[in-house]
């Protein structure tokens, strides 16, 4: 993989080492701080009464610290910056932008960074294993609507440190830290985990409050939880589909897959996704294909441009995924569109954007699931393309269920290096796995 940052910059990946907790609650309740300071004994209680809950017990102590706003803003600068240059980031949007991501002129760098500080109550810190709380005024939030599904509004802040403690326990028992970077060159197996633990987190966190997770409240906190795009909206301004559809995706998507887990054998079949993670978001947006072993993403080859695209360095190689293929089909197309619906047909996809000076090159190669998904997408993206504006030379072509587009200069030599791409490349179909262990339906306590 290209050492360059993945073409979404690793979005909200102040994240491959701040694992972090939606939420505009913009502090804790009274009950977990107060003044700057925590009360250790109720934030004890709360870390006793999650591992029970969870079913897994803490290996090692979480030290629990309380930030300011700012405070935090800086220290997810300095994790961004650890991670990439601005040179990197400003890459990053500018490749969103050329496919259909990003609206033209977005700054990702300054977006992401408000996003996550009207975001962020909490997040544990997997690296410096600590937990940080957000200190300051409740504000109307996803949290703050959620007390009305709890008994008191006190219980807020004890569910978001409940949230968040469940991320410490992941890391203990299942190395989520070393699992997401290990999966850092591949944005959407990376969104995939990420959605695996926000939903673990997520359902942990309600379902201790509530005491148990037994259908009824199983189905009232997903109806909860699809509202959080128009709280999201509500909350941080216009902030743009390609930011705020992955992180959503975490939360929803995330415990929806979780809960169908949860459903059909408790926490046990819970941690057994740790040991066989979704390879693709498309199974976290379909549970049944990765617990039903029916779907694994496709191996993709791109190559054969090189002798024809020889000024031109690599800068990025990277996967989308159907999430962030959704993503461009409904910025683009609006959210009415059935052409948004091809992203299910989506199998797999490689990503390579090329550099020389200034100018980008994108080589995207896209498999579907029949032909007849693959030209109709090369349709819909032809015009997609055609309407970004300022829009970057393009070509796109089929084979078979295959659509390989070509955004930027380099597009110019197409009918050059084409024939050589073809012969050079492939998707390559692999057998589903087989070994995603599923403890007993009866297993499930507080079921009904």
Known sequence: MASGVNSRARLLRTARTLIVCLAAIGGCAYTIVHNGAVNQTRADQVKQGIARFRQLNFTSPVPLA??????????????????????????????????GVYPVGMDLKSSTLSLMHSQIAGFYDPHGKQMVLVEGAINVSFWNSAASLVSQRDTIGEMVLAHELTHALQDQH????????????????????????????????????????????????????ADLPKTLAAESGNVPLGLSAPMVFQYYDGARFVAYAYRRGGWSAVDAIYHDPPQATLQIMHPEIYFDH???????????????????????D????????????????????????????????????????????????????????????????????????????????????EVLAVIGGGSREFDQFAPAVWNSSSITAEPAASTILIAPRAAIPGSP
């Open 66 to 99: 309380v930030k300011t706003r700012d405070q935090v803003q800086q220290m997810l600068l300095a994790d961004l910056k650890r991670d990439h240059s601005d040179e990197e980031l400003e890459l990053g949007g500018e490749t969103g932008v050329m496919t």
């Open 318 to 401: 990277d996967t989308y995924g159907a999430l962030l293929l959704k993503v461009i089909l409904r910025r683009n197309l609006g959210d009415n569109s059935p052409d948004v619906a091809l992203a299910n047909q989506w199998t797999a996809d490689r990503l390579i954007v090329l550099r020389k000076g200034k100018a980008l090159t994108i080589l995207w190669l896209v498999g579907f699931s029949g032909d007849s998904s693959a030209n109709r997408f090369a349709t819909v993206y032809s015009h997609i393309l055609s309407h970004i504006p300022a829009a970057h030379p393009f070509r796109i072509a089929t084979k078979s269920n």
């Open 294 to 316: 029916t779907f694994k993403p496709a191996t993709v080859m791109l190559g054969g441009y090189q002798p024809y695209l020889k000024d031109w360095q690599q800068s990025d």
């Open 174 to 225: 299942f190395h989520l830290a070393r699992m997401m970077d290990a999966v850092k060159d591949n944005d959407d197996r990376d969104l995939a985990l990420k959605a695996v633990a926000e939903g673990d987190a997520t359902l942990s966190g309600f379902g201790y409050i509530y005491g148990n997770l037994n259908n009824a409240n199983l189905n009232t906190i997903l109806l909860r939880l």
